[in-house]
């Protein structure tokens, strides 16, 4: 692997608890990177044996370019929300981690219900409430919509 695919811990994300990039981050952080989009999340998952590990590892350590660790932020909020609640939970709580929160206010309707509660919740109540609250407002569902009021 390139030392420059991971470079220090951006200032925007909570280290994970892996030392080393799991198994296929590397690939998947070349094709995440790509300039003019990158291909499907499943073309990108296939490229690791532990695809949530590896995409989480991707947002909290990849600085390079910069929409590498969107994209996999994408990736994990539309595919393994569920897997990946407590990630998310935290994005959407922190100011240093809002690019990350607005995708996940973007995708938070293609999340299982039981996990875009606690998530819509977190938001809401969190330094973040006034981006999220207008995203929020146009998901159908009425759970979400009783949270808002």
């Given at each position: ?51 949530v ?8 350590n ?22 990946a ?44 409430a ?12 009425d ?7």
């Amino acid at each position: 692997m390139h030392p420059f695919l991971f470079m220090a811990l951006s200032a925007h994300a909570e280290p994970t608890e892996t030392a080393a990039p799991p198994a296929g981050a590397a690939e998947m952080h070349r094709a995440l990177s790509a300039r003019d989009g990158a291909p499907p999340c499943e073309d990108i998952e296939a490229l690791s044996e532990a695809p949530v590990e590896a995409l989480l590892y991707i947002v909290d350590n990849a600085t390079q370019p910069p929409w590498a660790g969107v994209r996999a932020a994408e990736c994990l909020t539309q595919r393994h929300a569920a897997e990946a609640q407590p990630h998310i939970e935290r994005w959407v709580q922190g100011a240093d981690t809002r690019g990350f929160a607005l995708v996940a206010f973007n995708n938070i309707s293609a999340m299982p219900v039981e996990v875009a509660l606690p998530i819509a919740r977190a938001a809401i109540n969190g330094p973040l409430a006034a981006d999220a609250r207008p995203r929020l407002e146009k998901v159908d569902n009425d759970e979400i919509q009783a949270l808002l009021k």
